[in-house]
């Protein structure tokens, strides 16, 4: 089969309407490598990169609830710098490049996705939200 590993696919593709962060950009943890008390943070198997973590609410109106949250990892040698909030909304609007999905079976035996991105910026916008120069990843 030609498909393997991550699929590359579109913002409109996994975000028809549009996405909203509804957490904090978190650094996530490799459970192997941590032990002891000791947090170390996990790479992307393929890039090496840092992986973080964003949970999103797909504004998808004709999802159920226990659909609409999903988690996004960003692959970043720094932590990611969400949007700014806007005023007067309350979740802040958000969109993001370079995404893959990868899908898996999940523990109740049915069919997920895990999505990675690059990059996460404010909506019509076409340069990325990054962390300021000198910022340090741990």
């Known amino acids: 089969m030609a498909l393997q590993g991550p699929i590359p696919v579109t913002f409109a593709m996994v975000f028809p309407h549009g ?4 957490g904090e950009v978190e650094p996530v943890k490799d459970f192997d490598a941590s032990a002891g008390g000791r947090f170390v943070q996990a790479r992307d198997k393929q890039t090496g990169e840092l992986v973080w973590q964003v ?8 999802l159920k609830p ?4 999903v988690a996004v990892k960003i692959l970043a040698p720094v932590q990611p710098i969400p949007p700014a909030p806007m005023p007067g909304l309350p979740f802040t609007p958000v969109e993001f490049n370079a ?4 899908p898996y079976v999940n523990a109740a035996g049915r069919l997920a996705y895990s999505i990675k991105v690059r990059e996460m910026r404010a909506p019509n916008q076409t340069t990325p939200t990054k962390a300021p120069a000198g910022k340090d990843a741990n």
């Open 19 to 22: 996405c909203y962060i509804v």
């Open 55 to 62: 949970a999103v609410m797909d504004g998808d109106p004709t």
């Open 66 to 69: 226990a659909q609409k949250t």
């Open 99 to 102: 995404i893959s999905v990868t």
